[in-house]
Each structure stands twice: as C-alpha cells, then as structure tokens.
C-alpha cells in the first residue's frame, strides 16, 4: 500500500486491537509496523495477532513489520500490611530484602542488585516517579532513605535507579522464553528493555541469530550516556520518553530527543520516538494540540517513526489514533519548512562507494525531473542509505527477500517492493520501471533513478547508478521475472 508521507507508524496491537477486522482497519488507516507488547498477554494471544498480521499481509500484498517489544527485568517493591501508606515529606523510610509486609516506615525491595549498586546520594524513583527517595546510607540488604517527595506507595510498584548503573542482564528468563517463541513465529524486530551499556545487546543478538533485527529501546541515564556505542552494536533506536521522563528532569528529554534523532539518522539506523504522544486519544476521539504538536515535533526532527502504545493498544479510539498521526504526518510533511529543516540537517559521514552513489542518486533526483529512486537491496543496507539522504522524491526498495522488505517498513520514506533475483542489470531496470508505473510514481513520461550492486545478490555491492525513462520501448524491453 501506498503511503502519502515517509514517516512510518507503528501501533500496538492489544485488547482493543486484537481481530481481523480491527488489525486491518489499523493498517489501512496508516498503520505500518505492528507492536507486540510482551508485557502482557498470553503466547497463544500473541501468536494469534502475528497469524492476522500475515493473512492481511497476504491479501493486500503489502509488507508489514512485526516489532516484539521484550518486557525486561521488573522491579518493585513488595507488599505492605495495609496494602497502601502514605510517605510524607522528609520522613526516614528503608527498603530491605526481609520479607515481611511493608509500613510506613519500610517495605521490601527483593533485588539485591540494587543494593550491591547504590551509593549514598542515589536516588529511589516510586510508582513512575511520583515518589522520590533519597538515599543516606545502604548495605547489601539494606538501604535508608529520607523522603524527598511523598504521597502513597502501595503494593508492588515499580522502582527506578536513575543514578548507577544496576548489575542485571537486559533478559529476564521472561525475555529469554518470548525472544526464542516469537523468533519463531517470526517477527522483523525485537526491541530490548532496561539497555544500560552496548554489551546488554550481546545475548539478545545470540539468541535471535540473525532471526531479527535487534532495536534498543533507550530508557535510562546510563544508556544516554553511552549512546554512541550502543547505536554501534544496534540495528535501530526506540527513544522511550515514558522511562527518561521519570529516571530525568522532564526538561531534558527533548534535547536529547532531537541530539538521538540525528545520530540515528547519521548512522542511517531507523529511530522510533514512542511513548505519550497521543495519550488523550485512549479516551477521546481527538488530541490535544499539544499531542498533535509534539507528533509534529518528532517528524520535523527527521524520526523514521511515531508510535502509539495504549492509543491503539487499549483506548476507544484507536482507528482514529492511527488517522490522526497519519493526517499530521502529510501535513507536515507538505509543509516547505519541513523539506528546510530536514535538508539542513543532512550530515552524513560519506565513506564508501555506496555512500556516494546514493548522495549521487538524491542530487540527480532534486536537480531533475526525476519521480522515484529505486534501489535494489538484498540486506536492506542501500535502501537505509538512501533514507539517511532524505530524498524529496519516493524511494522504491527492490528486494527479493521478504524478511528485508519487513524489515524495511520501518525506515523513513521506503516503499517495497518485491522482486525477483536478477542476474543482469538491464533486468533490474526493466522491473524498476515496472513496479514504479505499477505503483502510481512515475508514469511513461517519466524517469526514475535506479541504484544496484554488480554482480547481484550480494550485499554490500552497490557500485551503479542510472537514469531510466518510463516509456513502453522500456516497459516492454524484455520480461524481468
């Protein structure tokens, strides 16, 4: 299907969006890329959304990207006696590892790895930060805090460290059983919670081998801090504002936006920015214009997606979550200061040949009449090299592998297409011109630029480029399949 704007959605598939017909109305309202949550829902819950999203695949003929979002370690509180306490302000409250029921003065915290990490002047986050602890002195088993910001703690409620970095693996044995289950039922990418440091991707991508790509969901201090080697090691980005909302000043979440937004795109690695963008839209059948705005904010940074969580996961309105974000995206996109800030923030590092044959292919298209950029890509690596160019023009993604075009949906601004191994380049260039008459971007009045590796079907070869027109000697030239 084709999409009238180059940033992509994804929506979060849950009990408001678990049938046929719903999954299908999502993906024809804009839907791009759908999110399974493996925080909740059962396996066979979860492998009946993924059998819907392949047969409406099928039947449009339009591939679409599954993202399985792993839940991560968990951690919370215990329980408390009366099942809630009040904590005020500047009160001494402990956490412990005894498991006896909480009170006002203390309660358990069953991870000792956080006490093997805290340090006097850390801080304690409670119930998504609502609660504020501040640590005065601690132990193996122990931690004593003063209450910085109160209000009510009550059972089981999340924890969050902002301040060291804790000692645990990104996988839980959760994590290890759903990434091995949904690798294979055979989704396009994993994203992976609670990344503190490059090497917490190690296991996940052993785990997948090569099943999935791998997509690190940036949710904490530590993993700003070390973004440029994780993005090293990643296949994609997840800014997950929700989390570095609460573990950072909210003051600092845009900045940081925009600053990840840009390396992603210099590294020509897709970048997802989730969490609250529409969230009145769980009840109302419109956002505000502050939600509307902020969705506009992330597409004027150049992200490769937008994405809804209980929007479309849970709310009442989620056919018209996935339209508004559609609706926005075009008109910003339309918008002429959009292509200004966009091109002014073209930067990429041009090393290799590649490299230069898609800049070449983006100048060619905006100096021409050009209508279409098709690149042929096994790996999908020249399709994400094109995207990083930000072309004004469609960029038409020739794969003969359906997990790549999967994969592809994803990435700014690409339309795949599905195409046969090639063996010589003339074909490549018959099929080009093909699927771009066939799809509405280019007509026999024509041209579009073509961009492949010779010899074919090996990745990493893209050496030649070249100007097609459209007209029936091309179309009729010879049978490209």
Same mark, same amino acid.
């Given at each position: 299907m084709?999409r009238?704007?180059?940033?992509?959605?994804?929506a979060t598939?849950?009990?408001?969006?678990?049938d046929?017909?719903?999954?299908?109305?999502?993906?024809?309202?804009?839907?791009?890329?759908?999110?399974?949550?493996?925080s909740?829902?059962?396996?066979?819950?979860?492998?009946e959304?993924?059998?819907?999203?392949?047969?409406?695949?099928?039947?449009?003929?339009?591939?679409?990207a599954?993202?399985?979002?792993?839940?991560?370690?968990?951690?919370?509180v215990?329980?408390?006696?009366?099942?809630?306490?009040?904590?005020?302000n500047?009160?001494?409250?402990?956490?412990?590892?005894?498991?006896?029921?909480?009170?006002?003065?203390r309660?358990?915290?069953?991870?000792?790895?956080?006490?093997?990490?805290?340090k006097a002047?850390?801080?304690?986050?409670?119930?998504?930060?609502?609660?504020?602890?501040?640590?005065?002195?601690?132990?193996?088993?122990?931690?004593d805090?003063?209450?910085?910001?109160?209000?009510?703690?009550?059972?089981?409620?999340?924890?969050?460290?902002?301040?060291?970095?804790?000692?645990?693996?990104?996988?839980?044995?959760?994590?290890?059983?759903?990434?091995?289950?949904?690798?294979?039922?055979?989704?396009?990418?994993?994203?992976?919670?609670?990344?503190?440091?490059?090497?917490?991707l190690?296991?996940?991508?052993?785990?997948?081998?090569?099943?999935?790509?791998?997509?690190?969901?940036?949710?904490k201090p530590?993993?700003? =801090?070390?973004?440029?080697? #994780?993005? %090293? &090691? @990643?296949?994609?980005?997840? /800014? +997950?504002?929700?989390d570095?909302?609460?573990?950072l000043?909210v003051?600092?979440?845009?900045p940081?936006?925009?600053?990840?937004?840009?390396?992603?795109?210099?590294?020509?690695?897709?970048?997802?920015?989730?969490?609250?963008m529409?969230?009145?839209?769980?009840?109302?059948?419109m956002?505000?214009?502050?939600?509307?705005?902020?969705?506009?904010t992330?597409?004027?940074?150049?992200?490769?997606?937008?994405?809804?969580?209980?929007?479309s996961? =849970?709310?009442?309105?989620? #056919?018209? %979550? &996935? @339209?508004t974000?559609?609706? /926005? +995206?075009?008109?910003?996109?339309?918008?002429?200061?959009?292509?200004?800030?966009?091109?002014?923030?073209?930067?990429?590092?041009?090393?290799?040949?590649?490299?230069?044959?898609v800049?070449a292919?983006?100048?060619?298209?905006?100096?021409?009449?050009?209508?279409?950029?098709?690149?042929?890509?096994?790996?999908?690596?020249?399709?994400l090299?094109?995207?990083r160019?930000?072309?004004?023009?469609?960029i038409?993604?020739?794969?003969?592998?359906?997990e790549?075009?999967?994969?592809?949906?994803?990435?700014?601004?690409?339309?795949? /297409?599905?195409?046969?191994?090639?063996?010589?380049?003339?074909?490549?260039?018959?099929?080009?011109?093909?699927?771009?008459?066939?799809?509405?971007?280019?007509?026999?009045?024509?041209?579009?630029?073509?961009?492949?590796g010779?010899?074919?079907?090996?990745?990493g070869?893209?050496?030649?480029?070249?100007?097609?027109?459209?007209?029936?000697?091309?179309?009729?030239?010879?049978?490209?399949?």
């Open positions: 084709r009238h704007r180059n940033v992509k959605i994804v598939l849950g009990p408001a969006s678990s046929y017909q719903m999954i299908k109305a999502l993906h024809e309202a804009g839907a791009d890329v759908f999110r399974l949550n493996m909740h829902g059962e396996h066979s819950e979860i492998a959304r993924h059998k819907i999203i392949r047969m409406i695949e099928k039947e449009l003929n339009s591939p679409i599954i993202l399985a979002d792993l839940q991560g370690p968990k951690l919370r215990g329980v408390f006696a009366n099942d809630s306490e009040m904590l005020e500047d009160a001494p409250f402990r956490m412990d590892l005894s498991d006896e029921l909480g009170d006002q003065t309660v358990q915290l069953p991870h000792p790895e956080i006490f093997a990490a805290l002047g850390a801080h304690l986050l409670v119930n998504d930060g609502k609660i504020r602890l501040r640590v005065d002195a601690c132990g193996p088993d122990f931690a805090c003063t209450v910085i910001n109160g209000g009510v703690i009550s059972n089981r409620k999340g924890v969050n460290v902002p301040d060291v970095v804790l000692p645990l693996a990104a996988l839980s044995e959760k994590d290890r059983k759903d990434l091995e289950f949904v690798c294979e039922l055979g989704v396009d990418w994993l994203a992976l919670s609670f990344v503190q440091r490059p090497e917490d190690l296991e996940a991508r052993e785990l997948a081998r090569g099943r999935a790509a791998i997509l690190s969901k940036i949710e530590s993993a700003v =801090a070390c973004f440029d080697e #994780i993005l %090293a &090691v @990643s296949d994609g980005i997840m /800014v +997950a504002r929700g570095l909302g609460v573990e000043p003051q600092n979440v845009p940081i936006q925009k600053r990840l937004i840009r390396k992603c795109r210099a590294a020509a690695k897709p970048v997802i920015v989730a969490t609250q529409l969230e009145s839209m769980i009840e109302s059948p956002p505000t214009r502050a939600e509307v705005s902020d969705v506009a992330a597409i004027y940074e150049g992200s490769d997606a937008i994405m809804l969580s209980a929007e996961a =849970a709310g009442a309105f989620p #056919i018209e %979550a &996935v @339209s974000m559609n609706n /926005v +995206a075009i008109e910003v996109e339309s918008d002429p200061t959009y292509t200004e800030v966009i091109e002014a923030s073209r930067k990429a590092d041009r090393k290799s040949i590649a490299d230069g044959i800049s292919a983006r100048e060619i298209a905006e100096t021409t009449d050009i209508k279409a950029i098709c690149c042929y890509t096994q790996s999908g690596t020249t399709a090299l094109t995207a160019e930000r072309p004004r023009v469609p038409i993604a020739m794969t003969s592998q359906m790549t075009a999967r994969r592809l949906a994803l990435t700014w601004g690409t339309n795949c /297409v599905l195409s046969g191994e090639k063996v010589r380049f003339k074909e490549a260039v018959v099929s080009a011109v093909r699927a771009a008459i066939a799809g509405g971007y280019a007509t026999q009045e024509d041209q579009v630029v073509i961009t492949a010779v010899p074919f079907n090996i990745p070869t893209t050496n030649i480029l070249r100007v097609a027109p459209c007209n029936e000697r091309m179309i009729y030239a010879m049978d490209p399949e």
